[in-house]
């Protein structure tokens, strides 16, 4: 129930601010799709919404946000060096990449960073085993060890205090 609330009330604000009208009209539809949308939906947002009340995990949230926008931008530039390079130098692969991330949310923001920076696709995710199987275009190492430092150990640290 506290997921339903608590998905209500950020779906108004979201309305809110992406609707910008303060007319009585247009806040009274927002509530009826917060509604509906929290009704439908609000069991699958939040399992642990307590979590949301520690400015702690906002500050960390910020802070990987700029370190994940200069790790895209490090793996475009590696991947369009690699398209424009006359002998098109890939290796490609897929590695297991072992994490200690337990909360879907955390396992979900790990597996979406990696296949949004170019160069690497989560392929699969074993969360029982801790393992993401990560389709990388340059296998650099295939020691599961080697493999999470160079894939996911810059992410993973931030994301686990930020979401467990």
Not at 1 to 28: C, E, G, Y
């Amino acid at each position: 129930m506290k997921s339903r609330i608590l998905l209500f009330f950020l779906a108004l604000a979201v309305w809110a601010l992406l609707n910008w009208t303060p007319d009585w009209q247009h806040m009274l539809i927002g509530v009826f799709v917060a509604a509906f949308v929290a009704f439908m939906t609000g069991d699958l947002f939040v399992r642990r919404p307590h979590l949301f009340t520690h400015l702690n995990r906002y500050l960390w949230f910020f802070y990987y946000c700029p370190i994940f926008i200069w790790e895209c931008i490090k793996a475009n530039i590696d991947v369009a060096y690699r398209v424009i390079h006359p002998d098109l130098p890939i290796h490609p692969g897929i590695v297991k990449v072992r994490t200690s991330l337990k909360s879907d949310t955390a396992l979900t923001f790990l597996a979406n960073s990696i296949t949004l920076t170019p160069g690497t696709l989560s392929v699969d995710v074993d969360k029982e085993n801790g393992v993401l199987y990560v389709h990388w275009i340059e296998v650099k190492d295939k020691d599961i060890e080697k493999a999470t430092g160079l894939v996911a150990e810059r992410f993973e640290r931030i994301l686990k205090r930020i979401f467990e």
